[in-house]
């Protein structure tokens, strides 16, 4: 079992920067940050591969947010850049043990227990 906690959230005007932290406490192979926000649907933001040279971005954050991963901590990042409203939402990391690695939540077997990100205008 895996236990995943996030931390970094927090309450910044649009046009901001938070950086996100997932600090895990054993191996793991896909990581990924979703996000949801009230009355909609979790949605996967990004995903990173294990050696952290591969990364998939959601369309409407790329270029401004960056996924990263630092193994030898097992320690996952999401640097949040230019952030508007439409990004407020619970932001939460999640992790599994093997590959392959999707967009699709219920694939992750692991989940933090969630940071918010509040975005004002």
């Known amino acids: 079992q895996v236990q995943l906690v996030e931390s970094g959230g927090g309450s910044v005007q649009a046009g901001g920067a938070l950086r996100l932290s997932c600090a895990a406490s054993g191996y793991t192979y896909c990581v990924a940050w979703f996000r949801q926000a009230p009355g909609k649907e979790r949605e996967g933001v990004a995903i990173i591969w294990p050696r952290g040279g591969d990364t998939a971005t959601r369309e409407s954050v790329k270029g401004r947010f960056t996924i990263s991963r630092d193994n030898a901590k097992n320690t996952l990042y999401l640097q949040m850049n230019s952030l508007k409203p439409d990004d407020t939402a619970m932001y939460y990391c999640?992790?599994?043990?093997?590959?392959?690695?999707?967009?699709?939540?219920?694939?992750?077997?692991?989940w933090g227990q969630g940071t918010q990100v509040t975005v004002s205008s």
């Open positions: 999640a992790a599994r043990g093997k590959g392959p690695c999707t967009w699709s939540a219920g694939i992750y077997d692991y």
